[in-house]
């Protein structure tokens, strides 16, 4: 057998690659086309309702500005108000607080109800649980505030009524200070909750049987499973419903403004009540632009701050 025949023999012997589907050039604009199409609306959306808002915003923040009047350039005029506004600073704080308070009570609220439902209950009752829990959050924040108010109120309101029957003296909770805040974080965590609840459901759904069934077997039971499994696979859910929670909080409105107005006083005055105040009641466009963009760049350092922290405590499967 000659050389020739030995090598033809071997070229023989190796399979061909597979045949690689190359799509026509036509196909391939027209795929990008209907893509862009599709993609078009929402992008035009988010430039137009979120991105020349914020510039506008901030370009407004320099000028003073009261709608009737033209436009006077004004520097950092209306940052340096702002700044020395004691009814803008108590604002921020109040929210800060309310943050603090509103989150941390939903996410404990939320993970504690998606931890109940999770465990064994038949397929029929964890779908009403799951929407009730999360019919709140389809519904007006004004209109459950408005009704909230007479609930809440202090001499007809139920609460008082229901609290009243055990023996326990009315409490002021719109009338003040402490009783005010707890009265719309309570307002507010009761119809948020839901959402960061079916974020959790879906978290736990993901988590694979076979680790809690290992876990078992080595003996980690009830708390400590949770401790030791459940939370560290959830920490990216936790991550995505603390971020939205905190960005949703330090932008509440309806509830503080139906319920007590911002007060009383100014103790549940919060950022974006100023905002309202500032433009749409005073007429000061440009301080009420300055204070937003001071929320914004809030939201934007907390929201780094997360993300930072994530690093060390979020744990990906």
Do not use: C
């Not at 876990?215 to 959830?234: M, Y």
Request: glycine share 8%.
């Amino acid at each position: 057998m000659t050389n020739t025949q030995i090598t033809a023999g071997r070229a023989r012997s190796v399979s061909a690659p597979p045949a690689v589907s190359v799509r026509p050039p036509g196909r391939e604009r027209g795929t990008r086309l209907l893509a862009t199409l599709f993609l078009t609306p929402t992008i035009v959306g988010i430039v137009v309702f979120t991105v020349v808002p914020i510039i506008g915003s901030i370009v407004l923040s320099f000028f003073d500005w009261n709608v009737i009047d033209p436009p006077r350039f004004a520097g950092g005029a209306n940052y340096r108000e702002i700044v020395g506004d004691s009814t803008v600073l108590v604002s921020f704080r109040n929210t800060l607080v309310f943050m603090v308070l509103a989150v941390a009570l939903q996410l404990v609220i939320a993970l504690s109800l998606a931890l109940t439902l999770n465990g064994r209950m038949p397929g029929w009752l964890r779908s009403v649980f799951r929407s009730a829990f999360f019919f709140p959050l389809v519904l007006s924040a004004a209109s459950i505030s408005v009704v909230m108010k007479y609930l809440f109120n202090q001499d007809f309101g139920v609460v008082n009524w229901l609290i009243g029957l055990f023996g326990i003296a009315p409490v002021p909770w719109l009338t003040s200070e402490h009783g005010a805040m707890a009265t719309v974080v309570i307002v507010y965590v009761w119809q948020q909750f839901g959402f960061s609840f079916l974020l959790f459901v879906g978290g736990l759904n993901n988590i694979p049987k076979e680790i809690h069934e290992a876990a078992a077997l080595d003996g980690a039971t009830g708390l400590r499973k949770h401790l030791a499994i459940t939370l560290p696979l959830l920490s990216p859910t936790l991550l995505v419903a603390s971020v939205v929670g905190i960005i949703n909080a330090l932008q509440v409105f309806e509830q503080p403004y139906v319920l007590t107005d911002g007060g009383p006083g100014d103790s549940t005055r919060t950022v974006v009540m100023v905002i309202y105040e500032r433009a749409f009641e005073q007429l000061r466009f440009g301080e009420a632009s300055a204070v937003g963009v001071l929320l914004f760049v809030l939201i934007m350092a907390v929201t780094a701050v997360q993300f930072r922290l994530s690093r060390r405590f979020v744990h990906y499967q």
